[in-house]
């Protein structure tokens, strides 16, 4: 389907499964007008145009998805890296509630860490949950993320004026990598930050390198 929208299709692409939540990894296959916006830095445009395709993508995939696992899923979020030309795609059933069983002194540490580099960017959130933790990927959670003012331009229609935002959030995160590598013990390949603003929450995805560090 993505070879069909874009014209040609990932490199390679990583699906996991766990729970009611689907996620799929993929690495190289900017198109050559995302190439021609992004060199220009028009990434506020390149992400206009694959979140169109996305859209139209994922609502065609959906019925295939259900009929071959036999789960209905309810939202979607994806988010994109041009620099590394990687992305992901996450699925999720509206009831989803499957967590991943983590040691509390490690979870207490990583939500600590997550409010210690989120309140430079953004409102403190009411909760943060580890949902899934590998030893390649780990997402995180976190709900009643936005201001009030914040959630007044999404409720009148002007996302736009979030995207900026967005990109600045994400790359603050990225600066403060190393924090978050000396916890996990894991060099960090890729960052992702995926928002629900109708639900007042934010995926925080972490993919880990293959290497770990040397202490």
């Not at 979020?77 to 030309?85: A, P």
């Not at 509206?94 to 967590?99: I, V």
């Not at 933790?133 to 009643?144: A, F, G, M, P, R």
Request: aromatic fraction near 14%; include cysteine.
């Amino acid at each position: 389907m993505l070879k069909r929208r874009f014209g040609k299709g990932p490199e390679t692409c990583n699906v996991i499964l766990k729970g009611n939540r689907i996620y799929v990894y993929m690495r190289n296959f900017i198109t050559p007008a995302e190439e021609v916006l992004v060199n220009q830095e028009q990434l506020e445009l390149a992400f206009h145009f694959r979140t169109a395709v996305i859209n139209s993508v994922t609502q065609e995939f959906l019925p295939e998805v259900v009929k071959i696992l036999g789960i209905s899923f309810d939202d979607y979020f994806h988010d994109w890296n041009y620099d590394k030309n990687t992305g992901i795609l996450l699925l999720e059933h509206a009831q989803s509630d499957h967590e991943d069983k983590v040691d509390y002194s490690y979870q207490s540490s990583l939500v600590q860490l997550i409010e210690k580099v989120g309140s430079e960017y953004h409102k403190k959130p009411a909760s943060i949950n580890i949902v899934k933790l590998t030893q390649n990927i780990c997402v995180i959670e976190s709900k009643e993320v936005l201001l009030p003012l914040e959630r007044f331009v999404y409720e009148t229609g002007n996302k736009d004026l979030l995207l900026h935002q967005v990109f600045q959030i994400k790359d603050g995160y990225w600066k403060s990598r190393g924090q978050f590598e000396s916890l996990f013990n894991r060099l960090i390949e890729d960052l992702f930050i995926m928002w629900d603003y109708k639900n007042n929450r934010n995926y925080i995805i972490f993919i880990f390198n293959k290497l770990y560090i040397m202490k």
